[in-house]
Each structure stands twice: as structure tokens, then as C-alpha cells.
């Protein structure tokens, strides 16, 4: 049970690993010497990885029909969009 509860928050659980990595590397990025654009190209880096890992999991879980695991690929989804967001908000908002 403990699989398919980890299996149904993996989305949720690297959108929240991501956006604290993108948050955290736009605030702490400066006081720590780095410049604007490698702290935008690690949060561009960070978000391809996520969204990578995201699809990844939906191609992996494709088939199965147990309602719990269609209810992670429905977060999966969800958390997909959300770091697009985050994606488009880094493309628009300079740092």
C-alpha cells in the first residue's frame, strides 16, 4: 500500500521539490555570488528535468487501471501544468 501511495504523490512530491528548488536558487542565487543567468539557466535546467521526470512517470503508468493510480496520473498531470507555470513565470519575470 505504501508503494502505491508513493506511487500516486510522486507528481505532486517533484513539482514541490522543484518549485523550492527554483524558489530557493532565485533567492539565495544572488547572495551567493552567482549571476542572473546561471541562476537562470539552473532553474530552466531544474524545470526540464522535472517535467521530463513527470512524462516519464505518465508514460510509465499508462494501462493500469486501479483507481488510485488514476487518480496519480491525474495529479501527475496537474503537477505537469504547474511547472509549466512556473516555467512561463521564469520566462517572463526577470530575476
Known sequence: MTRV????LSG????????S???GAVG????????????RL????????????????????????SSLIVMG???AQ???VAILFQALVLWI???
Open 5 to 8: 501511495f508513493l506511487q500516486m
Open 12 to 19: 505532486p512530491l517533484i513539482w514541490i521539490s522543484h518549485f
Open 21 to 23: 528548488l527554483i524558489y
Open 28 to 39: 539565495f542565487g544572488g547572495t551567493l555570488g552567482f549571476s542572473e543567468t546561471s541562476v
Open 42 to 65: 539552473f532553474c530552466w535546467i531544474a524545470t526540464f528535468v522535472a517535467g521530463l521526470t513527470i512524462i516519464v512517470l505518465l508514460w510509465a503508468g499508462r494501462g493500469k487501471a
Open 73 to 75: 496520473r491525474a495529479l
Open 78 to 80: 496537474l503537477s505537469l
Open 93 to 95: 519575470v526577470p530575476l
